[in-house]
């Protein structure tokens, strides 16, 4: 039997259960064993009439499974690859050929090619053993699916921990004990990094054409130390010496390298010499005029898929990882007692359950995204999924990165300079995180906000706002006294950060609605509450209407008091009104300078 084209494919997500007329041929092939699964016949995927009919059962096996595990696309390029090998080879079981070695007869070096490949390999190996997708089982191959060791966690849906780049068996078995006990506590992407880094030790030992974990000591550790610094891996060094010393130390605490050397170590000062502190790292939150342009509804109105536009609103009001976005449940939406929303999620990197409060417009989006949701599909799990009953994870990252990418090129984003930028979906979560800091929200709430395990990386935000601020400082540098006086920063640099970490103390000590204290944090105040009396005070041009209000309030406040003979109320007042003037001229001069020269 031939598959024939048709206008609908896999591609556009349509499946027509349309049933093979030749399914008992199917369970006669000698060589399949009954399933009890109808094979599919899958429009546009054509095979090629002139293979064996259990070579096109096998195909078409590959391909309903595919489908049915729900966890990537199969592409129509993948697929003719397949179908040209095994037209190829066309006689004997497709799994009689290792897969390394169907993907040597490639004529692509595609990675989903590849990928599919080694999927194929698979799904026909697990059909002719009869094992069905097992843990054990999983634990025991090179490639292991994140699907089958967490079935239940859709945000991994495709990916796999992959052994094969690391060529020493020792080393190998060892590698897979750890990552096996890693997985338990830690992200899989995490562990997927740690056996990329350690791929890069399996390289290094190759050439130093080591044999066992009892040649791997001090020395030669020392060596891999040089290596990675001579040969082009710095930007990854510290990564990579991170994950052997946990390796290292975890496996000679339990006993699974055989033979280490006691000094085979890896210390901190190796590691630093590579590591970039991320409170030193350059910032990745979006300065406030790039943000503003994402946020404009005109720009807003240009993004097309609804959905897609409700998913960039919420990230960039909520500042959730795109994953644990991607990934929200049905009835995500609570109310705290007092009726307020709050968002329920999964820390997908932490493993872990986490709820904060929203607005009422995330609110909004969340409840039009629901009804959307069960609109399409009303057994979907996901807010954001196919309409397809089979369904089994939410729409991929792909599907979001797609939209995103073309509304961005429409939109054509510029930064200050006028350049054109790229823009990350956890961008939006730094500069959320900058964003609560300047406004003054305290770092432990931050960190509870954004569920950070650690406050290192809220750390990090608030480094981003005392830089931004130092900035603003350093633009102007024109602060004015209550006689009118300009108070610039002095010319000699250490006195001017010394100056500048005096300010900044002073800002944290006294908040006024007007200006700030300039008086040093551990003197005493003698004008409490009367601070445009107070020689230390320092206002800027921002606080201009302010101070025009204030004199306006304060004249009534003279005449009322003067009125009610109240004199010496009223004599109190002149002195501020007196200063008020002082303080409005010499602001207005300003202003009126910056301005001319804009």
């Not at 975890?250 to 050397?261: D, E, I």
């Not at 609109?375 to 954001?384: C, E, G, K, S």
């Amino acid at each position: 039997m031939v598959l024939s084209a048709a206008p609908h494919g896999l591609c556009e997500g349509s499946w027509p259960t349309l049933y093979d007329a030749v399914h008992a041929e199917f369970h006669a092939d000698p060589y399949l064993p009954p399933t009890g699964h109808p094979i599919l016949v899958a429009p546009r995927y054509a095979i090629d009439a002139s293979l064996s009919l259990h070579a096109r059962r096998e195909l078409q096996y590959v391909l309903q499974v595919r489908r049915e595990e729900a966890t990537a696309k199969v592409m129509l390029y993948c697929w003719s690859n397949l179908v040209a090998l095994r037209t190829q080879h066309p006689e004997g079981l497709f799994t009689d050929v290792p897969a390394t070695e169907w993907i040597a007869r490639l004529p692509t070096v595609n990675g989903q090619v590849r990928s599919f490949i080694r999927a194929a390999h698979r799904i026909l190996s697990d059909f002719y053993s009869g094992v069905t997708h097992d843990v054990e089982r999983e634990f025991d191959g090179d490639h292991w699916r994140v699907t089958i060791l967490d079935p239940h966690n859709p945000i991994h849906s495709g990916r796999n921990i992959n052994f094969t780049g690391i060529s020493q068996p020792w080393l190998k078995a060892t590698a897979k004990t750890w990552a096996r006990w890693r997985i338990t506590t830690k992200a899989f992407g995490t562990v997927m990094g740690d056996i990329h880094s350690l791929t890069t030790f399996s390289t290094f030992l190759e050439q130093q054409n080591v044999q066992h974990w009892s040649e791997v000591d001090r020395d030669r550790l020392d060596q891999y130390v040089r290596w990675l610094a001579a040969t082009g891996h710095a930007g990854r060094a510290d990564r990579c010496l991170v994950v052997l010393r946990l390796l290292l130390d975890t496996a000679r605490v339990r006993g699974w390298a055989s033979g280490l050397p006691p000094d085979a170590m890896i210390f901190r000062e190796d590691v630093a010499r590579f590591y970039v502190r991320k409170s030193d790292r350059p910032s990745r939150w979006l300065p406030p005029s790039q943000i503003a342009q994402l946020r404009s509804p005109s720009n807003l109105a240009l993004l097309a898929n609804a959905e897609v536009r409700r998913f960039l609103q919420i990230i960039m009001a909520s500042g959730l990882r795109s994953g644990d976005c991607r990934t929200l449940p049905i009835g995500c939406l609570r109310e705290d007692s007092t009726g307020a929303p709050m968002l329920v999620y999964r820390n997908n990197k932490m493993k872990r359950e986490a709820a904060r409060p929203i607005d009422t417009d995330t609110a909004g989006l969340l409840r039009a995204q629901h009804a959307h949701a069960l609109d399409q599909n009303p057994q979907t799990r996901w807010l954001w999924t196919s309409n397809h009953h089979k369904k089994k994870y939410p729409y991929s990252k792909s599907y979001f990165d797609r939209h995103f990418k073309c509304w961005l090129r429409l939109i054509n984003i510029v930064d200050d300079q006028g350049q054109p930028i790229d823009v990350t979906w956890h961008q939006f979560r730094h500069t959320l995180g900058t964003e609560m800091v300047n406004e003054g929200v305290d770092l432990y709430i931050i960190q509870r906000l954004l569920d950070h395990d650690s406050a290192d990386m809220t750390q990090h935000y608030a480094r981003v706002h005392d830089t931004t601020l130092r900035r603003e400082f350093d633009a102007y540098q024109e602060r004015v006294r209550i006689n009118g006086d300009v108070v610039t920063a002095g010319s000699d640099e250490q006195m001017s950060q010394a100056e500048w970490v005096k300010e900044r103390l002073g800002r944290k000590k006294l908040a006024l609605p007007n200006g700030f204290c300039g008086r040093p944090l551990q003197q005493s105040c003698p004008h409490p509450n009367a601070c445009l009396t107070c020689p230390d005070f320092l206002t800027t041009v921002e606080f201009l209407p302010l101070h025009q209000r204030q004199l306006k309030e304060t004249e009534a406040l003279i005449t009322s008091s003067t009125e009610a003979g109240r004199d010496r109320v009223a004599e109190s007042n002149r002195e501020v009104r007196r200063n008020l003037v002082t303080i409005i001229s010499s602001l207005e001069s300003l202003r009126d300078s910056a301005r001319r020269q804009q």
